[in-house]
């Protein structure tokens, strides 16, 4: 055999290991992104299964708050109807589906302050477990999002670094999106008294 042919083999199994490496590697990263999001999703749902929950206590005293219920199960249904598919998630849907989420949290945090205005309500032991699970609820899906977006990082930074970036264009693999702060969250909240 000849030293040229020798060598032009070597190069092609060592192209292919790489190939294979890299593909590999990016399918891992991918995958862990998903599944991130995934997570993501079923803290948003524990979130929006217990709302009608504390929305039942909440009427037990609040018979006059109508509207506020309304805007609850609304907001709520609407954002149990968005959901987020890995395979086709774009830019837009991605917004579309926080939108929803952050317009369920202030349609629930109307409720949460309608609330203020019952002490026995404020007393009920149900009302301050319910509270408990929808705050333990807001950190579990702030920490899904975080985690969310390391994953769709590292997948991100994967398929933009060179040479991956050309299997990444052979196969597909194009950039993810990541979460985003909520409009108007840069600004500290007021308090007033």
């Known amino acids: 055999m000849k030293k040229s042919v020798l060598v032009l083999i070597v190069a092609v199994v060592a192209l292919a290991l790489w190939a294979y490496s890299g593909y590999n590697g990016m399918v891992d990263k991918e ?43 609304q907001a709520r249904n609407a954002a149990t109807q968005i959901h ?22 202030q349609a629930f945090s109307r409720l949460i302050a309608v609330s203020e205005a019952y002490p026995e309500l404020k007393a009920n032991e149900n009302f301050k477990s319910l509270q408990d699970q929808l705050e333990g609820c807001e950190n579990r899906i702030s920490e899904a999002r975080k985690k969310y977006n390391e994953s769709v ?18 196969f597909g693999f194009d950039r993810m ?13 007021k308090v007033k008294f």
């Open 31 to 73: 995958e862990a992104a998903t599944t991130a999001l995934s997570n993501v999703e079923t803290q948003y749902q524990r979130r929006a299964d217990l709302i009608p929950n504390v929305v039942e206590v909440v009427k037990g005293y609040a018979k006059h708050e109508k509207e506020t219920f309304e805007a609850v199960t």
């Open 153 to 170: 990082q590292d997948y991100n930074t994967t398929v933009r670094h060179f040479p991956n970036s050309m299997l990444a264009g052979i």
């Open 84 to 105: 987020l598919d890995a395979d086709g998630l774009s830019p837009e849907k991605l917004k579309e589906y926080e939108a929803a989420q952050n317009q369920l949290a």
């Open 177 to 189: 999106e990541k979460f985003q702060a909520a409009a108007g969250s840069e600004n500290a909240p």
